[in-house]
């Protein structure tokens, strides 16, 4: 009560790394014991499906998702921000134009 400053204790008190190995030991150790909890196929699908419908109830999440993966995407492909390199359109398109700049 009388203190002006709380300090960390337990695992607030302790990096990243000391809480991985402590909770790995304690999950190995769960299944040595055989208490450790399994999730069934069944249990995984409706975790999964519970998770999808949360998430996607917020289309602005979504739709941040979507950009970031068309992002993603069109910067793997050149690595300009444009997904293709070139004019776009069809070869027929290019061949035809190709004709009519040749001509006029």
């Given at each position: 009560?009388?203190?002006t400053s709380e300090s960390k204790r337990g695992f607030a008190a302790m990096n990243a790394?000391?809480?991985r190995q402590i909770a790995s030991q304690g999950g190995k150790a769960a299944h040595e014991?055989?208490?450790a909890h399994e999730f069934t196929s069944e249990e995984a699908r409706a975790a999964g499906?519970?998770?999808g419908e949360a998430v996607s109830q917020n289309r602005e999440h979504m739709a941040e998702i979507?950009?970031?993966?068309?992002e993603a995407r069109s910067l793997a492909t050149n690595g300009e921000g444009r997904s293709r390199?070139?004019?776009g359109g069809s070869h027929e398109q290019h061949v035809k134009a190709d004709e009519h700049t040749q001509q006029g």
């Open positions: 009560m009388g203190q790394e000391q809480q014991k055989g208490t499906r519970k998770g979507g950009r970031k993966g068309a390199k070139g004019r």
